[in-house]
């Protein structure tokens, strides 16, 4: 497999199969195939395929394409901006300077139209979803159903004050259902899509802060709220893994406890939290910031810090308690021989 010249965006699945795009166009190449692919061809100044730009990368979009579990089948997204006033801008990197047009929606202008295509690797043929109207609203958040037979998008509106997470029927491209809705006088910003449980397809987790702070939530498709997981005067910042069982979940979040009042909110540690019941054990518990690798087992996690006081250091733990297995890497102190002024908060 060669993948295009100019290739970009590159989405790489557990098969090897690539998804990226050439220009304003969608390829897919295959392990083992020569020929790629050509998902869409109405590509142009205007209409981009695949690309990660829809939305101006707000409400969580880092990308424009969503490899489905099995890697059979693709959704992108389709972005129409025809009607977005065109702006040149001068690069002065190049002798003598160029410019590069780009379409930017400004305040009161026309903004673009995104729809969601799915791209069936069996059938070669692709189903765009009737996600309905206003053609300008925000679709965030994309998430895969576990047998591969619904996409779960959530829509917001322009004003940002509601959105609502919808099921997509992937056999006729209409919506079947909302499947929760959250809403604000002020505004909603949903940055994460909802993540299935493998011990129960009908479950996820949902990442909100209808309460003031990001915190986790429990979900049935059948029954709705399950529980709120996390609580409190911290925001849980990511979602690091589940163990084993999934009878658990690792998180980055601010800091809360004795020693982190007040200056927590610029701190990042380790948790697990517990599914039945919601009860979260603080598996970091020095000052700075932490981030957590889980392994495949969910029972050891590397933990990455670094703060005022340590250059950085890498430590394996105990994803259940937090003891320390082992320290992996310990950065030394690249000034020893200056005296550095005292960082406090």
């Not at 006033?85 to 410019?99: A, G, R, V």
């Not at 479950?203 to 049935?220: A, E, K, M, P, V």
Request: hydrophobic residues 35%; proline residues 3%.
């Amino acid at each position: 497999m060669r993948l295009l010249p100019d290739a970009a965006n590159e989405d790489i699945t557990d098969k090897g199969r690539v998804a990226y795009t050439v220009e304003n166009d969608l390829y897919i190449g295959s392990p083992g195939e020569s020929q790629a692919i050509r998902v869409t061809s109405d590509g142009t100044d205007g209409i981009v395929n695949g690309g990660s730009t829809v939305h101006r990368n707000e409400y969580g979009i880092e990308k424009g394409t969503f490899w489905s579990p099995s890697g059979e089948k693709l959704a992108f997204y389709r972005m129409d901006e025809s009607m977005v006033t065109p702006y040149q801008l001068e690069d002065i990197n190049s002798k003598p300077s160029t410019f590069k047009k780009i379409r930017y929606p400004m305040a009161g202008g026309a903004s673009h139209h995104v729809r969601v295509g799915i791209f069936d690797m069996r059938t070669r043929k692709t189903l765009f979803l009737n996600t309905g109207e206003p053609l300008d609203q925000y679709l965030t958040n994309i998430a895969w159903g576990p047998d591969e037979k619904h996409l779960y998008i959530v829509h917001l509106d322009r004003a940002t004050t509601k959105a609502r997470l919808v099921e997509y029927d992937l056999t006729t491209g209409n919506a079947t259902r909302t499947v929760l809705e959250e809403s604000s006088e002020k505004y909603v910003e949903p940055l994460v899509p909802m993540r299935f449980l493998k011990r129960d397809a009908n479950q996820f987790i949902w990442t909100s802060d209808r309460d003031g702070w990001t915190h986790l939530y429990l979900y049935d498709l059948r029954t709705g709220l399950v529980r709120q997981l996390t609580t409190g005067n911290w925001c849980v910042k990511n979602i690091v893994g589940f163990d084993a069982k999934e009878s658990g979940v690792i998180v980055e979040g601010t800091a809360v406890g004795e020693g982190f009042t007040g200056a927590g909110g610029i701190e990042t540690q380790l948790y697990r939290v517990e599914l039945n019941n919601g009860r979260s054990t603080m598996l970091t518990k020095t000052k700075g910031t932490h981030h957590g690798v889980l392994n495949s087992a969910g029972n050891s996690l590397l933990d990455t810090w670094s703060s005022v006081e340590v250059s950085g250091r890498v430590e394996m733990l105990d994803a259940r308690t937090g003891q320390g297995l082992k320290t992996m890497l310990d950065s030394k102190d690249p000034w020893p021989a200056f005296n550095m002024a005292k960082w406090s908060y």
